[in-house]
């Protein structure tokens, strides 16, 4: 059963600006965490895999119902790759407290993430979903 959808879409160039200003390292080490950094510095175009982080974050603020409200913080939200190299979130702090408020008793949430970045936008889709939980 699917419990939340978001989708967002973030232009490189506004990422890029941001990042690029005065304050910017300041915003990339509000919003984003160590482990995103470090990937997206690794780059040959660290702005690309900014925006892509950015609107996964966004999608998942809009799937969890709550935007970036309600003790949910940037940085609770974090995008990382399984062993296969898909992506996921990995939720800490008020998101993972969002997280499981809105999934039912006896089931488990899964979090499903595409995203793309292709000049000029970024694009993630997330959707959260619950499974009933196997028996112990």
């Given at each position: ?74 940085r ?30 006896g ?22 979903s ?7």
């Amino acid at each position: 059963m699917i419990v939340g959808t978001g989708v967002d879409l973030c232009e490189v160039d506004r990422i890029k600006k941001a990042i690029t200003s005065s304050h910017g390292r300041r915003l990339v080490e509000r919003v984003f965490t160590a482990r995103e950094i470090a990937y997206a510095e690794r780059k040959a175009n660290p702005f690309e895999r900014y925006a892509a982080r950015f609107a996964a974050k966004e999608a998942c603020a809009k799937a969890l119902g709550t935007g970036l409200k309600h003790g949910v913080f940037w940085r609770d939200m974090g995008v990382v790759n399984l062993p296969t190299g898909q992506p996921t979130m990995k939720l800490t702090g008020g998101a993972a407290r969002r997280l499981e408020a809105i999934t039912p008793k006896g089931t488990e949430a899964q979090i499903a993430l595409t995203i793309t970045d292709e000049y000029p936008v970024a694009q993630a889709v997330v959707i959260i979903s619950v499974v009933t939980k196997a028996s112990q």
